[in-house]
């Protein structure tokens, strides 16, 4: 820890910000190639961890000549088994895509290579590491908008859901580590599996039929999560769907689909999931829900469509037996939306 910190201080002392790690970009990668082929695996991990660190380091974008160096040195420390700690990589490589979209945009084989790498990395079984990786998928899948990866990930963490939401006394499933898995890492794992699959909703280049059959089948597939209690589980739900409705509120072709019904159906399914099983519980929740109500009169008052009538009712009810001052006003506004 003594010589850590030594070089600790003289790194802050002598250098001038994350420009620095660029300026010595190549250095750093050359090390890095060396000590990823090593045999003791503590070298290996570290190693990744400080590729994982060079790309945090590197400013909010990065040049071509940067993102192809880093490159080959984070994939392979992508590579191999799960360790603890491998999460931190594999955020790395989603701030990497976002930093040089420009690198894999120009390079089909490079982009099919992290695709092939994020779903890979999101079938590990490793429960601890799971909850993250799934978390990963989804923003993978935000970013990436020029592919389609919804089956892929509905084949994905359909099965897990499922399984995750059993009966309790059926999920005590062990780690990698031997550990079993606890409530707060079931939780976030159906949580980020739910965000996931939300995230996988692309407006670009599908069909209104095949867009109302995929929101469709996510709803079905979050409607048992609803019923856990869970606040993290609810509030991911909710969220997930406040994004949704805040992309569907865009689409230019929206009052078209609300005059024909064509989402009628859709918008009741995600209406119910709001105001059913334990969605009243806390205060947070009952705010974030809320929020999604405003989202979801701005889109029905688009239209004329017989939900109105409806969401008015539930929204007046819920008003009526809502304690806090703030939520009621947030029900207000829904309310005012829907009048108009």
């Known amino acids: 820890m003594h010589v850590k910190q030594l070089f600790a ?4 002392e002598n250098v001038g910000g994350s420009r620095a790690v660029l300026l010595y970009l190549e250095e750093i990668v050359a090390l890095a190639k060396h000590s990823l082929n090593a045999a ?17 380091s590197c400013g909010n974008e990065l040049n071509l000549t940067s993102a192809a160096l880093l490159w080959p040195v984070l994939n392979d420390a992508l590579g191999g088994k799960t360790w603890e700690g491998k999460e931190r990589v594999l955020d790395a490589f989603i701030v990497f895509i976002q930093k040089a979209p420009h690198f894999w945009k120009g390079n089909a084989s490079v982009a099919r290579d992290m695709e092939k790498l994020v779903i890979r990395e999101s079938k590990r079984r490793n429960v601890e590491y799971r909850r993250y990786a799934l978390r990963d998928l989804g923003l993978f ?4 908008d020029d592919i389609d990866m919804y089956s892929d990930i509905l084949d994905i963490v359909a099965p897990i859901m499922e399984d995750l939401l059993k009966d309790e006394t059926e999920m005590d499933i062990g780690s990698e580590f031997g550990d079993p898995l606890s409530g707060t890492t079931r939780d976030a794992t159906v949580a980020n ?15 209104r039929r095949d867009l109302t059959m995929r929101l469709t089948t996510i709803l079905q597939s979050v409607s048992k999560a609803v019923l ?8 991911a739900i909710i969220k997930s ?10 689409q230019d072709a929206i009052v078209d689909d609300l ?5 009628d159906r859709l918008l009741l399914d995600l209406l119910l999931t709001l105001y059913k099983g334990r969605m009243d519980g806390t205060e947070q929740i ?19 469509s017989p939900l109105i009538a409806f969401l008015k009712d539930t929204v007046t009810k819920a008003r009526a037996d809502e304690r806090s001052s703030k939520i009621q006003l947030t029900l207000d506004s829904a309310l005012e939306c829907l009048e108009q």
């Open 40 to 56: 003791q695996w503590e070298i290996k991990h570290t190693t990744s961890r400080a590729v994982a660190d060079a790309v945090l």
């Open 193 to 207: 599996a739910i965000s996931a699959l939300f995230l996988t909703i692309n407006f670009n280049n599908i069909s």
């Open 241 to 250: 769907e406040k994004l949704l409705l805040e992309k569907l509120y865009k």
């Open 228 to 235: 856990t209690g869970s606040m993290v589980i609810q509030a």
């Open 141 to 144: 899948a935000e970013i990436r």
């Open 9 to 12: 201080s003289s790194w802050d």
């Open 286 to 304: 009952r705010e974030l829900r809320a929020d999604v109500t405003v989202s979801l009169g701005k889109i029905l008052s688009q239209g004329a």
């Open 259 to 263: 005059s024909s019904g064509q989402l």
